[in-house]
């Protein structure tokens, strides 16, 4: 089986997500330090423009956005599942609220704690990626606001504890305990989140026991080398899945836009069309060919 390698940075919120995973299903891999701005010059080739964080890369295939990224490490290493006891509908439906009405609730704690510290260079990259201008003044007067509405909605989880089970479904780890623990992993870093946590003893050590699965065995990797792998796989016989009655056909040229933030169109020729998922043959002169994989939910075709 191919490596798998692994882009990110480490203060990245949706980078610990998959490390987390990675530490859950016991696993090796290697990790490339990825800029955490614009330009990413060794990021771009492999995924055609795509400028999130992270991505997963097996060879030539290249995996964007966690859902996806998750989906194929599911397929790839089943045992143990994120989805015990058929919890598929919670652990996805989970992530369209963590990943995006939550994180932001935690991005406007960091950013008005940390906003006057932050390099100016950082903050325009991020308003340019949010498609609107981050005003730090503005967010930093809605702090107080932000963290009643994080404490609320925490306290679903206190709930959920309450009855002493180890994870948020029972005695097993699934995908909704990664989906929450990064959020509060990454406003924990803001002294008064941290207090809001730590103000809910069963979450507190819901925590530390996320925290004690580890991120699996991870080795280092040069950002050229991960661009050498790409390069060095032939994935030219790849075949894909169009499914019956969609829009558009194998082979036609199509671009892939996230549609909430980063929206970077990507372009390439068609080959995989599901509701799980698009994967497009995207060539250019750094990695020649590179299959790039997204999830349906959450990207246009067009
Ligand atoms: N839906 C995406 C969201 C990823 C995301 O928002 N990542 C942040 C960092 S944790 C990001 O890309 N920030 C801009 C960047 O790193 O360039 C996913 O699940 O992977």
Redesign the pocket.
């Known amino acids: 089986m191919s490596d798998i390698i692994y882009h990110h940075?480490d203060p990245?919120?949706?980078?610990e997500?998959i490390r987390t995973i990675f530490g859950f299903k016991g696993m090796s891999w290697k990790s490339v330090q990825?800029?955490?701005?614009?330009p990413?010059p060794d990021v771009v080739p492999l995924t055609g423009g795509y400028?999130?964080?992270?991505i997963m890369q097996i060879g030539a295939h290249v995996y964007?956005?966690?859902?996806a990224?998750i989906q194929e490490l599911e397929k790839r290493y089943p045992d143990p599942t994120l989805f015990p006891d058929g919890s598929e509908f919670l652990g996805w439906g989970m992530?369209f609220w963590t990943?995006k009405l939550l994180?932001s609730t935690a991005v406007g704690i960091v950013f008005g704690t940390f906003g006057d510290q932050m390099p100016p260079e950082f903050v325009k990259?991020?308003s340019e990626?949010s498609g609107g201008s981050i005003n730090i003044e503005k967010m930093k007067a809605a702090l107080p606001v932000a963290l009643q509405q994080f404490a609320a909605m925490l306290d679903w989880a206190e709930q959920g504890l309450a009855d002493g089970r180890s994870f948020l479904l029972g005695e097993k780890p699934s995908l909704v305990d990664f989906d929450l623990y990064f959020n509060v992993w990454f406003a924990g870093r803001a002294p008064a989140a941290k207090k809001v946590i730590e103000a809910f003893p069963r979450l507190t050590a819901w925590t530390e026991r996320i925290a004690a699965l580890g991120h699996g065995e991870r080795t280092e990797l040069s950002s050229t080398e991960a661009l050498q792998i790409a390069k060095a796989d032939d994935v030219s016989g790849y075949r894909g899945v169009i499914a019956e009655g969609e829009a558009h056909s194998g082979g036609d040229t199509v671009t892939i836009t996230?549609n909430?933030?980063?929206r970077v169109p990507v372009t390439g020729e068609l080959v995989t069309l599901t509701n799980r998922e698009i994967a497009i043959r995207h060539q250019n002169d750094i990695v020649d060919e590179v299959i790039i994989h997204f999830p349906r939910a959450?990207f246009i075709v067009s």
Request: charged share 30%; aromatic share 12%.
């Open positions: 940075y990245s919120p949706f980078g997500k990825i800029p955490r701005v614009m990413k400028r999130k964080t992270p964007c956005d966690t859902q990224i992530s990943d994180f990259d991020r990626y996230p909430d933030s980063g959450g």
